[in-house]
């Protein structure tokens, strides 16, 4: 009799806990990550703790202007777990931005992250745009001590608005935050997004859609 009571009610509990749990806090100090590690997990498996050192924990460089001479006139340099392997497992990635006179760094998603910037050099637009169906265009003209944030998976941008060169700093809620520019993704896959596609989503003729192509 017993049993037949209580066993469904430990197996709805169970569900419940199963289906509503999200992911688990850190288990441990860090989990550095070992990049060699032949199981593929969602993140990367942890070097073995008696051999971690200092340096697993340290980047340096984020002090070097990195180079804008390119067509957007911006470049960043980022810091996640690819590049420092201490990161791994724990929710957090950072990148300096540098931005020639009028530079721009161009429409792009981050597909796991809030972003926070602080202006370090310079003045800059940013924006960024909510969802549909408002696709309202949210922006500001920072000055440098300026923190600005940008919501995760939305589309946003700077502009250097300044004729001297500026300077961020980006802190991001992943430690693989992935990046998704907008013209290159739509205008610039490979292999390339259908051009009539392209064309009656952007209501472009298809030779403009394939100049866009041709440059991205
Ligand atoms: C960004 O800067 C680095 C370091 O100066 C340089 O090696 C790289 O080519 C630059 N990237 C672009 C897209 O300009």
Same mark, same amino acid.
């Given at each position: 009799? !017993? ?6 009610i ?10 509503? $749990? ?13 990049f ?20 697993d924990?340290l980047? $340096? ?7 804008? !001479? ?14 420092? *392997? ?9 990148? *300096? ?12 998603i ?12 310079g ?7 909510t ?22 998976g ?8 300044g ?22 993704g ?8 259908p ?12 030779k403009?859609v ?7």
């Amino acid at each position: 009799m !017993a049993v037949r009571i209580f066993l469904p009610i430990i197996v709805a509990f169970t569900f419940f806990f199963l289906s509503y $749990s999200s992911d688990p806090t850190s288990l441990q100090d860090f989990c550095v990550a070992d990049f060699q590690g032949p199981v593929k997990v969602n993140g990367f498996t942890c070097k073995d703790p008696t051999q971690v050192n200092a340096n697993d924990f340290l980047f $340096s460089g984020l002090h070097i202007p990195a180079n804008t !001479a390119n067509s957007v006139g911006s470049n960043v340099t980022h810091v996640f777990v690819d590049s420092l *392997r201490g990161l791994n497992t724990l929710g957090i990635g950072i990148a *300096r931005i540098d931005y020639a006179p009028y530079g721009v760094n161009a429409p792009h998603i981050h597909p796991r992250a809030t972003e926070i910037l602080t202006v370090l050099e310079g003045s800059l637009l940013a924006g960024f745009v909510t969802s549909n169906p408002e696709n309202r265009l949210i922006s500001k003209v920072l000055q440098k001590g300026d923190a600005f944030v940008f919501p995760m998976g939305l589309i946003h941008f700077q502009k250097n608005i300044g004729n001297t060169n500026a300077v961020a700093i980006a802190t991001l809620g992943s430690q693989n935050p992935g990046v998704i520019i907008v013209a290159n993704g739509v205008f610039g896959s490979s292999p390339p997004i259908p051009a009539d596609i392209l064309s009656k989503s952007f209501q472009l003729d298809e030779k403009t859609v394939l100049e866009l192509q041709k440059r991205l």
